[in-house]
T-cell receptor, first 111, second 115 residues
């Protein structure tokens, strides 16, 4: 079983749609959680950290459910520029800072 | 303020050869991590350097080695290249080790092709 699992997609949605991505992680000791965005042939860039209380940044909302070991990302009012691969990332912070990435979910927003 | 820089951007090698990739961390960062990203996959952690020592290592063979210099820059060396080593190699830097922050900033990567 992979440490971090994501639906690979692709998710094809029209502009203005709301789309949700889900992710599960296997190590209950995981302590830090992130969503990264990666454009084609570019480096991953931090989109947002994910906190137990949930957090929002503009059109983006992230949720964490530690009991179910489940992370989600909601994008409202999708823009063409949101088209990218979204990577779910966890850090089992047992004295180290090595990130474990999911394989990513590809989003294509269409006009 | 320069972000994370990597060189070269692209590299083509043949099986059995050796390669060295370079990384300069973001200003103010002292920890460098290396990741390998195969096509269609998420990045996989190779190893991490702090204070010129390898602190953590992922599930990669000894053919993968590294170094960190006093100015915090780092090198990744891969010996006896295999076709399967073809990937995007990403360097990430993070803030002062003492800060405990695990937010990492990635460089643009080096795309290695092994023929």
């Amino acid at each position: 079983r992979k440490e971090v699992e994501q639906d690979p997609g692709p998710f094809n949605v029209p502009e203005g749609a709301t789309v949700a991505f889900n992710c599960t992680y296997s190590n209950s000791a995981s302590q830090s959680f992130f969503w990264y965005r990666q454009d084609c042939r570019k480096e991953p860039k931090l989109l947002m950290s994910v906190y137990s209380s949930g957090n929002e940044d503009g059109r983006f909302t992230a949720q964490l459910n530690r009991a179910s070991q489940y992370i989600s990302l909601l994008i409202r009012d999708s823009k063409l520029s949101d088209s990218a691969t979204y990577l779910c990332v966890v850090n089992v912070n047992t004295g180290r800072r090595a990130l474990t990435f999911g394989s990513g979910t590809r989003l294509q927003v269409q006009p | 303020d320069a972000g994370v820089t990597q060189s070269p951007t692209h590299l083509i090698k043949t099986r059995g050869q050796q390669v060295t990739l370079r990384c300069s961390p973001k200003s103010g960062h002292d920890t460098v991590s290396w990741y390998q990203q195969a096509l269609g996959q998420g990045p996989q952690f190779i190893f991490q350097y702090y204070e010129e020592e390898e602190r953590q290592r992922g599930n990669f063979p000894d053919r993968f080695s590294g170094h960190q210099f006093p100015n915090y820059s780092s090198e990744l060396n891969v010996n006896a290249l295999l076709l399967g080593d073809s990937a995007l190699y990403l360097c990430a830097s993070s803030g002062r080790w003492s800060s405990g922050s695990d937010e990492q900033f990635f460089g643009p990567g080096t795309r290695l092709t092994v023929l």
